[in-house]
């Protein structure tokens, strides 16, 4: 009888709250932190994000940091990693996607004629920059570059640029008005009122832009199982297309 009382009493206790560690791309910030928040309220488990340029979250992970799940802005990055192991195997999807744009600085500006590419250089006159994430590393920086080469302003533009190390410090610049101009995110864009999207470019532009999630090999844990499915489901859709992305289809 003691027994069976013990183990009812066992049954009836509440799961211990775990903690999930996450890595993410510095331009899901408002997006995922709204996710964790609704996540958090309804399991009751603690989920801690760090956010930064996926190059630099990447390179923490094969480094040996200790998170359980990484969400990329580029497919690269995750590759990298899968290539070296250090993905759970059947755990990667892709989960998002974005647009690209032009803002500047201020509100209420005057949009670009969305059928004609803009004269980047020109805009910017001749002492200003144009701020981009470093193109040789973060995602929004790299597909910048190659929205660039498409319309042939690369070379032109490259000795007028302001590269920082994550897409949302290339957004404060322009917000700020150290900068005139900017390439970011549209879901960017939209997290901040001293910004005008000036110009979206068109998608044959650029490479697809991609968000993949994934688990860590290195940190299995069960509640970041939990939480890469959460993050397919209705809520997270729901937080994600209202902050601006596209959710893809699993």
Known sequence: MIRIALLLCLLAAPLRAEQVVVFAA???ANALDAVAAEFEAET?????ISYGGSATMAQQIRQGAPAHLFVSANSEWMDVLEQEGLIREGSRADLLSNTLVLIGAGVGLAPIDPAQAP??????GGDGRLSIGLPDAVPAGQYARAALQYYGQWEALAPH????DNVRAALMLVALGEAPLGIVYATDAVASDAVTVLWTFPPESHPPIRYPVAELAENPLNIASVLRRYLNGPVAREIFEAEGFEVLPQ
Do not use: R
Not at 44 to 48: A, C, E, L, R, S
Not at 119 to 124: F, H, Q, S, W
Not at 161 to 164: D, G, H, M, N, Q
């Open 119 to 124: 004269d980047i250089k020109e805009l910017l």
């Open 161 to 164: 640029l302001a590269p920082v």
């Open 44 to 48: 009751g488990h603690d989920v801690v």
């Open 26 to 28: 510095a331009s899901l």
